[in-house]
């Protein structure tokens, strides 16, 4: 199974910072990496996929980034409504497997 | 509008059986694989199964490898997931979810229900 390690597992940012979210996978998944936000109480949202590929929804102030085995997720001006937990996914491999989460809070 | 709506949870013994239903509506169910994704209470998600639109492909999680069955009723926009000898740390938020086309392989879960909570105590 691939492993996905996500880091950090949460972070304190403030609204307008720019904040960077990394997964690792413990083996390629080539660029089948997808990221996810996740909101108490609601359903995940597909956020990217393909690595860097935005869902039509998703606002441009998100990225992402990698291949391989390095991805990253970067929100380059956070807004109020950012504050979730986010979530990497590999779709590469069966079993599919997720990173831990990033908790994303208010400082 | 596209929704996916979960029934079938609740409370259950160990080792007893569950039925999970997912009705789909708003897009053409069978031109999609579809899965179902868990999170334990405090924890992440976790990925439980996948169909392809076919039935032909199917995948499973290690933790539910020969205890839980995946099946879809493309004539009634349904997906189930049958879930046998359940324990407790099968106890989650179940999650439907349809995938972005009709491949199990490669693809990410573009859309999610709210869930149906499954707790499996004596």
């Known amino acids: 199974d691939i492993q996905m390690t996500q880091s950090p597992s949460s972070l304190s940012a403030s609204v307008g910072d720019r904040v960077t979210i990394t997964c690792r996978a413990s083996q390629s998944s080539s660029n089948y990496l997808n990221w996810y936000q996740h909101k108490p109480g609601k359903a995940p949202k597909l956020l990217i996929y393909?690595?860097?590929s935005l869902q039509s929804w998703v606002p441009s102030r998100f990225s992402g980034s990698g291949s391989g085995t390095d991805f990253t997720l970067t929100i380059s001006s956070l807004q109020p409504e950012d504050f979730a937990t986010y979530y990497c996914q590999q779709s590469y491999s069966i079993p599919w497997t997720f990173g831990q989460g990033t908790k994303v809070e208010i400082k | 509008e596209v929704q996916l709506v979960e029934s079938g949870g609740g409370l259950v013994q160990p080792g007893r059986s569950l039925r999970l239903s997912c009705a789909a509506s708003g897009f053409t169910f069978d031109d999609y694989a579809m899965h179902w994704v868990r999170q334990a209470p405090g924890k992440g998600l976790e990925w439980v199964s996948g169909i392809s639109w076919n039935s032909n492909s199917i995948g499973y999680a290690d933790s539910v490898k020969g205890r839980f069955t995946i099946s879809r009723d493309n004539a009634n926009n349904s997906l189930y997931l049958q879930m046998n000898s359940l324990r407790a740390e099968d106890t989650a938020l179940y999650f439907c979810a349809k995938a972005l086309n009709h491949l199990l392989w490669f693809n990410p879960m573009d859309v999610w229900g709210q869930g149906t909570t499954v707790t499996v105590s004596s």
């Open positions: 393909a690595a860097s």
